[in-house]
């Protein structure tokens, strides 16, 4: 049950979550890939991982790039897909569609590629996680990109852990997370989201990027899990 010696492949592995899962199945002794459309990030993220870590700059929208990419990389155990740019939230009677598709090509269809291209390269045992999140269960108003990409993201899963079996597929569904994503709001107005989110959980806080790391930490070491949706929200579903 441990990712000693194992070799992962992160997909928007520089920032958030992913550099957590990153980091996380290092510290487990993994052999550890990052991908990431900013040289400047891969750099970053480089600097914080262990000697040996492997990191390429990639454009998860891009097939030949991702074709490349997986071709340099070569056999691995674990694919992990976390790359997404800041959330997209507006209602719909002022949604710019040309943003809606650049939003789902990057989370959707890069993750559709990554598998497509991944998944041979993937050894006996291993998986693939994706990321998805409780808009698609939850919805609010001005969340109908962001719900339409989780539902999505949930069906992609299920078709896949069926068409690649024995490779595992599943995918993590994370609430309310302190990173990056939120970075279009002012400072104010993230620090407020935070705080009332905080003050409506059961567990009265919202999460860090290593609370949901855990989540994919788990899937990847968990050899009876496949087509499972994992949801990691403090309890937000239920209040």
């Not at 520089?14 to 900013?38: K, L, P």
């Amino acid at each position: 049950m441990s990712l000693r010696g194992q070799r992962i492949v992160v997909i928007g592995g520089t920032a958030g979550i992913g550099r957590a899962v990153a980091e996380g199945a290092a510290a487990e002794g993994a052999e550890v890939v990052v991908a990431s459309r900013r040289q400047e990030s891969v750099d970053a993220a480089l600097k914080r991982l262990p000697e040996g870590a492997e990191g390429y700059v990639l454009d998860a929208t891009d097939e030949e790039a991702v074709r490349a990419f997986f071709a340099r990389v070569g056999g691995f155990d674990h694919l992990v897909y976390t790359a997404g740019e800041s959330l997209l939230m507006e209602s719909l009677a002022a949604s710019d569609l040309g943003r809606a598709r650049r939003f789902l090509d990057t989370r959707l269809w890069g993750a559709y590629t990554a598998v497509k291209h991944g998944a041979p390269s993937i050894r006996h045992g291993g998986s693939v996680v994706l990321t998805t999140g409780t808009a698609g269960r939850r919805p609010l108003p001005g969340t109908t990109v962001g719900a339409s990409l989780c539902g999505a993201m949930e069906s992609l899963t299920r078709a896949l852990a069926l068409e690649l079996a024995p490779v595992r597929v599943n995918v993590v569904s994370p609430g309310v997370i302190r990173t990056e994503l939120w970075r279009d709001l002012s400072e104010a107005d993230r620090e407020g989201l935070y705080a009332s989110t905080a003050g409506s959980l059961p567990v009265g806080r919202v999460g860090e990027p290593a609370d949901v790391a855990e989540a994919y930490l788990y899937l990847m070491r968990g050899g009876y899990s496949t087509g499972s949706v994992v949801t990691v929200d403090g309890g937000g579903t239920l209040v």
